[in-house]
């Protein structure tokens, strides 16, 4: 667990609360994205990300994105834990479009290191059928390696319970606290889900199940179909883990319609 006292600099870092130190360097990254050097101190070198074109990137990628000095970040929602932290909030590039983002953050060498990230573009059209993907047929994984058995065991389960329209124990896997953003682009409780009506079924791809301690990460690719015969196409989804009592529970999960 970090320190909490405010004040103390380490590695060139000032580190307050947790929610604080991890707004703050929320903050220091922006800035860093505006000026477009030093974005590589951020990163962990596992780092997955899903942009909000659903297009999967890793830490090249990242790396990679040139400067953008109108580069903002607002309504920054933090979720601290010992060693881990997830952030959502909305951030606008120079194009100007209110993208709501979800990072994870993970405790490395006594700094924060960003090992996950994805952006959900908030559409104009945030009703059931809005913001489809241009993509519909069956999702294929691009594992980035051995997934975490036990965490893959949880999202299995949830997945079934999903599938068999078990909303009370789905619920159960989930945080009191736990946050969804749908493809749309807008916030609600993982209790509210996009799908208000029953799922006829659903096919997930993963392309990364990875644990850092008492924090999970899980990201891939869904496709879902209601009981009407509709769906969005594929979607890019995170999701995140905490450990609460020795048992994985859902805390926060993002969809992306893919766009390209």
Known sequence: MFPKAAGVVLLGLIWLAPADDIRQIEQQRAEAARAGTGLDRFYAPDYWGITRAGV????R???AEKPDPRFALTDIDVRAYDNSAVTVG?????????VRFLRVWVGQSDTWKLVAFQGTVVAPDTSYTGAPSSIVATPHASPTGPPDRNVLAVENTLLRLEAENKDAEARALKTNDAIFVRHTGTVGATFEDSKSIPLKG??????????YGDIAVVQGTLLWTD???YSPGQLRFTRVWVKRDGDWKLAAEQHTSISY
């Open 61 to 63: 990628a990242a790396l």
């Open 227 to 229: 009981t009407n015969g």
């Open 202 to 211: 659903e096919i997930v791809s993963w392309d990364r199940v990875q644990s």
């Open 56 to 59: 999967k990137t890793d830490l």
């Open 90 to 98: 909305i951030q606008r590039a120079g194009d100007g479009l209110a």
